[in-house]
């Protein structure tokens, strides 16, 4: 007896242990990573991963933790790093001997940035951020640092730097690796394509009877098969996304006395540097107008003007030419200098010696800057640097008010940027503390992305492959009964079967059904005898989905289909997205939580700004 109640404490204490790790295994999403995480105190707190700080190292664990809570940036990692891992390892240890313009190529330098290993590394912490641990836990950045020591060959100093100085400088080395790895897969495509080529190519006349009995090399047909469709430069005709942090911009000048426009070239950037005006406040709009304003710049040497000041100066050698001979070619020359001024200002003609430039007019132009191509994350850096010739450099304390959707472009290329973090800036121009401000974002894998996935074994949309068998969610009261309108239809290879008529088009409606008949078939009473029968009533392959749909109205006279029907608008059963205003105020390893009204108050020290682009069907919810 006294074994009694401790054998019962025993079963449960069992049986509490047992359901909580049932729940654990089949539900870990939300106890851990749902939206159920956030909702006590003591869950958010241990909802991320920390960087300790040995040796002034926070401008590192800002740039880290900022560069952590970039999904696009996350989903660029994994697909370059996949597909190095996927491809031949030929591809990227292979090396030119001379570039396109025919230099001499460092052949140390492009093999590192080909094996991209500031991607894998940078890949690698960044996987270790995104971590949902269930407790504290604090990681060291110093994986990473001997990564970026080993790519440029050089120490980095443990004393104050700069968070933006760090963040270009890996932001760089990332579309550099890219670009790298794009060219080397180029120069490979080219190969095969010229060896299939060589393969492939028709037989001669001369050859002709003995290329009837050869045939071609199953391996050659593979290669040329399997490799990617290359135009003759070597470029593949896929799509690429490319590096996400990159964009370009051109500056488009205009001659203010000739209207003439040189072809604008464009300049990559991965970070747009903005200067903050010296005034108590200010607005990150202000910023942008004056980075992107129209600017007016004395003493240009304008192309078409310079020809135009040639064409003048050959007049005047026509007038004071005796010989025929010299007017002749005095007149050749103004007819080539007018052909490249009407043609192409920026070439002049080689055949002619054109007046020294420095007698050459200076005219006043207009300058435009203009984004061409928007990056998928936007990083903007404010700087706050003021520079005085007679004292030392000082910090620039102006309060910046910043939006948290911020839309940039024209009307026609108008985009969305959703602020996705932040770093700030706590101290003097030549020492302080950095921080990061990081939205509360799930990404993939451990945001359930086969959520809304259109396609694939965890889609929300139906398969589009008929289903032989019939459908399990039709229930006894969707036979027909002996009022309903039943077609038999006869096939010798799958078997009978029984198909609502109502059912074969999607759009087909209770007003549309024939009149019911008033002999019923014996099938479709073996029908209503055993609704689960082989015999039952089955869709057709036509419209193999049913689809609930509330009940309707239903005429006199029609069949009583009961709550299904057979086509409904489904876009009103998705569960709108949720605006996460929940924040990470991430100090090295200290870790709180805020919110969005919190974020936008840091307008005294906000240094670095993080925006994603907003897609379209993100933006419409």
């Not at 095969?192 to 001669?204: F, K, Q, T, Y």
């Not at 039952?536 to 289909?561: F, W």
């Amino acid at each position: 007896m006294p074994d009694k109640p401790l054998t019962v404490l025993t079963y449960a204490a069992s049986a509490s242990l047992a359901a909580v790790a049932l729940v654990y295994l089949f539900s870990p999403n939300q106890l851990i990573d749902g939206d159920s995480s956030t909702t006590s105190a003591s869950t958010r707190k241990k909802g991320i991963v920390g960087l300790v700080n040995p040796a002034n190292d926070c401008f590192i664990n800002s740039v880290l933790q900022s560069l952590a809570g970039l999904g696009d940036l996350r989903l660029y990692l994994i697909r370059e790093v996949h597909r190095r891992s996927l491809d031949s390892e030929a591809i990227y240890t292979s090396v030119p001997a001379k570039d396109g313009h025919g230099k001499d190529i460092d052949a140390t330098k492009l093999l590192s940035l080909q094996s991209g290993e500031v991607t894998q590394g940078l890949k690698s912490i960044l996987d270790q951020l995104n971590e949902r641990p269930i407790y504290k836990k604090t990681i060291s950045a110093q994986s990473f640092i001997n990564v970026l020591e080993h790519a440029f060959a050089t120490r980095i100093s443990r004393t104050q730097q700069d968070a933006q100085e760090l963040l270009q400088i890996v932001a760089e080395r990332l579309a550099e690796e890219y670009e790298a790895g794009k060219r080397a897969r180029q120069r490979v495509n080219k190969v095969l394509l010229n060896n299939a080529g060589e393969n492939l190519s028709p037989p001669s006349e001369a050859n002709d009877e003995a290329s009837k009995t050869q045939t071609l090399d199953p391996s050659v047909v593979a290669t040329k098969l399997l490799a990617p469709l290359s135009t003759a430069d070597g470029s593949t005709s896929e799509t690429e996304d490319g590096f996400p942090l990159q964009g370009q911009t051109e500056a488009r000048v205009e001659c203010q006395h000739c209207h003439f426009v040189p072809k604008p070239a464009p300049t990559s950037f991965v970070m747009l540097n903005l200067m903050v005006p010296q005034k108590t406040t200010t607005t990150l709009n202000e910023c942008f107008d004056a980075h992107f304003k129209t600017e007016y710049i004395d003493d240009y040497k304008c192309d078409r003007c310079r020809l135009d000041h040639a064409i003048e100066t050959l007049e005047q050698e026509l007038v004071f030419a005796k010989s025929k001979e010299q007017k002749d070619v005095v007149q050749k020359k103004i007819k080539h200098v007018r052909r490249a001024r009407d043609t192409d200002p920026e070439k002049p003609p080689e055949i002619v010696q054109l007046p020294d430039i420095r007698h050459a007019p200076k005219r006043k132009v207009a300058r435009h800057v203009q984004i061409t191509k928007f990056p998928k994350v936007l990083i903007i850096h404010l700087s706050r640097s003021m520079f005085d010739p007679g004292s030392y450099s000082q910090k620039n304390s102006a309060k910046l008010s910043f939006p948290e959707r911020l839309p940039i472009g024209g009307i026609l290329n108008r985009k969305n940027y959703k602020l996705l973090g932040l770093v700030t800036h706590k101290g003097t121009h030549n020492s302080g503390h950095y921080e990061t401000f990081r939205r509360q974002h799930l990404y993939p894998p451990t945001s359930k992305p086969h959520v809304k996935n259109d396609t694939g074994p965890y889609s929300a949309s139906a398969t589009p492959n008929a289903s032989n068998q019939a459908s399990p969610q039709l229930s006894g009261n969707l036979v027909a009964s002996p009022n309903d309108n039943v077609n038999i239809q006869e096939d010798p290879i799958v078997g009978e079967r029984a198909s609502l008529t109502s059912f074969a088009s999607p759009t087909a409606s209770t007003d549309s059904l024939s009149a019911p008949s008033t002999r019923p078939t014996s099938r479709s009473a073996a029908a209503e005898k055993s609704p689960g029968s082989p015999h039952g009533i089955a869709m057709s392959l036509a419209e193999p989905t049913t689809v609930l749909s509330p009940p309707q109205e239903v005429k006199p006279g029609t069949p009583n289909l009961g709550r299904y029907s057979t086509s409904m608008d489904l876009t009103r059963f998705k569960r709108k997205k949720k605006v996460s205003d929940r924040w990470w105020r991430i100090s090295d390893d200290k870790i709180k939580e805020c919110t969005t009204l919190d974020v936008l108050s840091m307008q005294k020290d906000v240094y670095l700004l993080f925006y994603e682009m907003e897609r379209v069907e993100s933006a419409m919810l």
